[in-house]
């Protein structure tokens, strides 16, 4: 079955990036001008998603006014024929349906998933955590959903992670390797390095199949009280053929302030107009 859904939750209070999460979602924090929100829809539209389903929390009206392409400033703009920026949001807006599922509490990022569940429906689905930009490479989501068509099971993304961040993070137990496909038995949160199954951690990119929403309420809240994404796939890996995918792009984790700049001066040093600038600047700062 084809995938056309994809589940972006956005509705985390982002303690991490504090004090600037205080008034702005996380979601519309810029890499270098580009909220990471867009880049997640945009991923999706390459990929052939034709409808995203954003999970905002009661106070997000920000995330649905910045992809309105009829607010003022769009309009003023627009009579002004200013702003690439915006057309690029216009353009985003007419290639994919966005339609919005209130998560009322930040009870997880699983918990977020399983508002969605009735605008998904009973088909296949993705999900986007904007937070981990990947920049350059194939279409990490397309992909994936290329590996879904063969196998209807779950498709997780991973990356290599270096050994001392192994215990916080989710890793895969591959069992039989093609390239950059895996096939896995299980999936393990946060093990010692000891006990890690291998060095493939998770990242923020999944396609799932619709069984996953089964598995979520059948998911007793973990870590900090909140009820994990992980946790449920890890269920689902017991009854479902699983797939991990090693993306070839490049990860940048910009839920927090060190990972943002990194992904910022990335993306600065690929612009024609700032290269230089930057560059001389940073030579400067760290000769
Ligand atoms: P994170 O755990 O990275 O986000 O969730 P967070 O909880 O907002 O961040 P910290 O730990 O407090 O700094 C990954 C994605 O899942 C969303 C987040 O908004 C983020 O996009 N999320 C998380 C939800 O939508 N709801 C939740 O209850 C938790």
Request: glycine residues 8%; hydrophobic residues 40%.
């Amino acid at each position: 079955m084809n995938v056309r859904k994809a589940v972006i939750p956005t509705a985390g209070l982002g303690t991490r990036f504090l004090p600037a999460t205080k008034a702005i979602p996380k979601a519309l924090l810029p890499v270098l001008d580009t909220p990471v929100i867009h880049l997640a829809v945009e991923e999706a539209v390459v990929a052939g998603i034709d409808h995203v389903i954003m999970v905002v929390s009661p106070n997000q009206e920000a995330i649905s006014a910045y992809f309105d392409a009829s607010s003022d400033v769009a309009r003023m703009l627009e009579r002004q024929g200013k702003s690439a920026l915006l057309e690029r949001v216009s353009d985003l807006t007419k290639k994919v349906t966005i339609t919005y599922a209130q998560q009322r509490e930040p009870l997880g990022n699983g918990h977020a998933v399983l508002v969605a569940k009735k605008e998904v429906g009973d088909e296949p689905f993705a999900v986007l955590l904007p937070d981990d930009v990947i920049r350059g490479g194939d279409s990490t989501i397309g992909r994936m959903i290329d590996i879904y068509r063969e196998t209807g099971g779950p498709v997780i993304g991973v990356a290599e992670t270096p050994e001392e961040t192994i215990p916080q993070k989710g890793v895969v137990a591959p069992t039989r390797q093609d390239g950059r496909v895996y096939e896995i038995s299980g999936l393990v949160e946060k093990p010692s390095i000891e006990e890690a199954p291998s060095n493939l951690a998770v990242v923020g990119r999944y396609v799932l199949p619709p069984e996953t929403f089964s598995a979520l309420e059948r998911t007793r809240p973990g870590a900090g009280g909140e009820i994990w994404l992980a946790d449920g796939i890890a269920a689902l890996l017991k009854t479902h053929r699983g797939t991990a995918y090693r993306f070839s792009g490049e990860l940048f984790d910009t839920g927090v302030p060190a990972g943002m700049l990194k992904a910022s001066l990335r993306e600065a040093l690929e612009r024609d107009d700032i290269s230089d600038e930057i560059r001389a600047f940073i030579r400067d700062l760290a000769p």
